[in-house]
């Protein structure tokens, strides 16, 4: 069992950046690929980045390319999602997801727990 606690979301302004943080609970945390989704009002959940259990590999989904990186700390058992030059359409709760697969996915169905999300709203 892995609890995963979000944390620092909030409302900027476009071109801000903000930093999401994600606790993870338990020994194995170096164990899970770590993947961050989102959902914005009436859409479906989407994809933003996963990385690997080393944090040797990413992926990004196009729209945030080249504005957010993600990042993991394993001794903390923590990962970070820092997203700049934040836009209104990145508007959305942000939720990060732990993954006991050996790939890294994109698919949400790949991950096995959830944290509870974290607002993020970008105004214009």
């Known amino acids: 069992q892995v609890q995963l606690v979000e944390s620092g979301g909030g409302l900027v302004q476009a071109g801000d950046s903000l930093r999401l943080s994600c606790a993870a609970s338990g020994r194995t945390f170096s164990s899970y690929a770590m993947g961050w989704f989102r959902q914005a009002p009436g859409k479906e959940r989407e994809f933003v980045v996963v990385?690997?259990?080393?944090?040797?590999?990413?992926v990004y989904t196009d729209s945030v390319k080249g504005r957010f990186t993600i990042s993991r700390d394993n001794p903390k058992n923590t990962v970070y999602l820092q997203m700049n030059s934040l836009k209104p359409e990145d508007t959305a709760v942000y939720y990060c997801?732990?993954?006991?697969?050996?790939?890294?996915?994109?698919?949400?169905?790949?991950?096995?727990?959830w944290g509870q999300g974290t607002q993020v709203t970008v105004s214009s």
């Open positions: 997801a732990a993954s006991m697969t050996t790939y890294i996915s994109t698919r949400h169905v790949s991950y096995d727990w």
């Open positions: 990385i690997s259990r080393n944090g040797g590999s990413t």
